[in-house]
């Protein structure tokens, strides 16, 4: 049972937590505060990883942030570092050996444990690719990979095993991207690699050096040195097109990316309190995750949760923030002030919406400025218009439209200003168009109409 001073110690934690947060920040939370070092952070869905210092030597742990709840995912003698996830699946580096993890009840399993080193590992679904040293030769590490498709018997295979340096490789579907020294020793490009075709590819080969490339989807990310200090350049593989994601004068290092999302460490408010900041490559806007005081690194994203390193030695910690979710807005364009609106007419009711879709809208009318409301249609499609026809028989100068979310929220929107409803005046008799107006139309009709008999039984009636 918790006691009341636990639940005043929690309170007093959460408080400084919100206290503590930068206006414009993320909100963020903690993940694993336990005493020593915990850094490497990496996530997939609502389960994060780390590598952890707690009983000495260095450990794998987990924390399910839907539960929550945190344990040990290998505790044994030795190292176990560099944890990568995707899904129920959990790799990292062990004594030099790629060693994997079931959750959903297998547990523990040997990717690759060749004499030689292997280390940097990533995963996506059952593919997994590391860096290499069995064929090592004046720093000529390979790219392998392993088809976990059979944890019982994974299916290990070469990438690339040119004579020269490949390092820190990653993986999305069927491309494996990493970075190469084939062209410069000093100066790194980026190179790819079609699981599918088993063809190679050039990503980036700027003369400038570019490193830690990660992948999403279609969208490949790097630091990038070719304006004088680290930057984050983007390539979209379908298009072979490259373009600048963060070219802030100060360093930017460490990108990751899940979907539309890049978030990366960033020293533009000193190189002694590096932050985490984020950029939507959809909506090509740019905002901080995390700006502190401290030291935030090391960051890992999937989908809208990111989580980074908090501090460094043995005071690291594992924080995470939510994206925050943009609220669903609804916006009246017409009818929104002014108008006037003849009863037994048509008029269009038009509005937009933004933000998480909402699907079903509902239409009200006031004729008081807002202080009763009538229906006029209970659910119709998002679509952003309605014909309303006919207008209802109203006679007010104090009229407004509202549109609403039928789905539960409180999103809604009515007319800036208010128009007019009326009926025309029964003294018009000479408005033969009924349109509240006696002018030309009228006088056509009446021209029309003028030798016409008016009874249908005697046509010799006008005479």
Partial sequence: MISKLMVSAITVVLLALVSSQVKGDWQSFPVCEAVSEQSEPDISGDRVVWTDSRIGGYDIYSYALSEPNEYPIDTTGGDQSQPAIS???????DNNNIIGYEL?????????????????????????????????????YDIYGGDISDISEPNVFAICTESHGQYYPDVSGNIVIWIDVRNSGSQPDIYGYNLSTKEEFEI????SGQYYPKISGDV???MDDRNGNSDIYGYRISTKAEFPICTHSEKQSNPMISGNLVIWQDERNGDTNS????????????????????????????????????????????????????????????PNGGEMLLAGTAAEITWQSSGPEIENVRLDYSINMGGNWNLIMSSIANTGLFEW???PAENSEQCLVRVSDVGGSSTSDASNDVFTLFECSGSLIADLNEDCFVDIKDFALFCQQWLRSGNPYDPTWPN
Avoid: H
């Fill in 87 to 93: 899904g129920d699946i959990i790799v990292w580096t």
């Fill in 275 to 334: 932050d985490i900041y984020g950029y939507d490559i959809e909506g090509g806007s740019e905002f901080p995750v995390c700006t502190v005081s401290g030291v935030q690194i090391n960051p890992a994203v999937d989908g809208d949760t990111v989580v980074w390193q908090q501090g460094t030695g043995s005071s690291a910690d594992v924080y995470g923030a939510y994206r925050p979710t943009s609220p669903s807005v609804l916006t009246i364009l017409s």
């Fill in 220 to 222: 490949v990310v790097w």
């Fill in 204 to 207: 980036c080969t700027n003369s």
């Fill in 104 to 140: 959903s009840g297998t547990g523990k399993f040997t990717i690759c444990a060749d004499d030689a080193d292997q280390n940097y590992p990533a995963i996506d679904g059952n593919m997994v690719v590391w860096r290499d040293k069995r064929n090592y030769s004046e720093n000529s």
């Fill in 389 to 391: 026809n006919p207008i």
